[in-house]
């Protein structure tokens, strides 16, 4: 299975269109969207952040894969949208095939952002979607926020500020993947034990991820792609 992975649009519909036509030659089998379809600091004149949701959906449900989506902290009003369009794992998780996909949206910031689930309420969403695929034979964790102390979420400080309990259920559950997104800066392919994690960067800026899962094997491999 080839696992395609876009995130942190921030609501740069143009760029989105550019480089979707360009993710077609990567063949694609499923497409996770990491979060932050929308950024509630940036304004479209004529579009609400609902409308700019639709239209980036639209562009991916285009491309005619499987579509599966978090929210990212932007994202706290397009939630119903996800769910509406059967493509949530926010809080629970889908199995296409011998992959089952978890997941649960939102992170920290400093900045008071929509959507800021507590550790507590992360952990629990995480447990709760698991529960959805524990039976299937590869399982792929999806989170806005990036696990602690990872190339992942180190930000251009070199401070990490990714999320503990994120690597805590990582350690524990041990998924084949963990995908996240988030800190822009720290796009790139790390490792917990056995598990290979993605962050995606930003996608108007070109990049996605590439994740191939031998599913006989259980081997991953994983990279970042620039697609300028």
């Not at 960067?201 to 006989?216: A, K, L, T, W």
């Amino acid at each position: 299975m080839r696992i395609i992975v876009v995130g942190d649009v921030h609501n740069d519909i143009e760029n989105l269109i550019q480089f979707l036509d360009r993710v077609k030659s990567l063949s694609p089998d499923v497409i996770v969207f990491s979060g932050d379809f929308i950024d509630i600091g940036i304004t479209i004149r004529g579009f609400t952040w609902i409308d700019v949701s639709k239209v980036v959906l639209e562009e991916l449900i285009a491309l005619n894969v499987p579509i599966l989506a978090i929210p990212g902290n932007h994202d706290k009003d397009i939630v119903p949208l996800l769910e509406e369009r059967g493509i949530s794992i926010h809080g629970s998780g889908k199995i296409l095939g011998d992959v089952g996909f978890y997941g649960f949206g939102g992170a920290k910031t400093p900045f008071g952002t929509p959507l800021e689930p507590e550790e507590e309420e992360l952990e629990a969403g995480l447990r709760k979607a698991y529960e959805r695929v524990k039976n299937a034979k590869i399982k792929v964790q999806v989170t806005h926020n990036p696990p602690y102390n990872t190339k992942l979420d180190r930000i251009s400080s070199g401070a990490h500020v990714g999320s503990k309990v994120v690597r805590k259920i990582i350690e524990e559950l041990q998924p084949n993947v963990a995908i996240c997104a988030h800190i822009h800066e720290a796009r790139g392919v790390d490792t917990i034990d056995h598990t290979k994690i993605v962050n995606a960067g930003r996608f108007p800026e070109g990049y996605c991820g590439v994740i191939d899962i031998d599913i006989s094997s259980s081997n991953v491999s994983a990279k970042i792609v620039n697609l300028i």
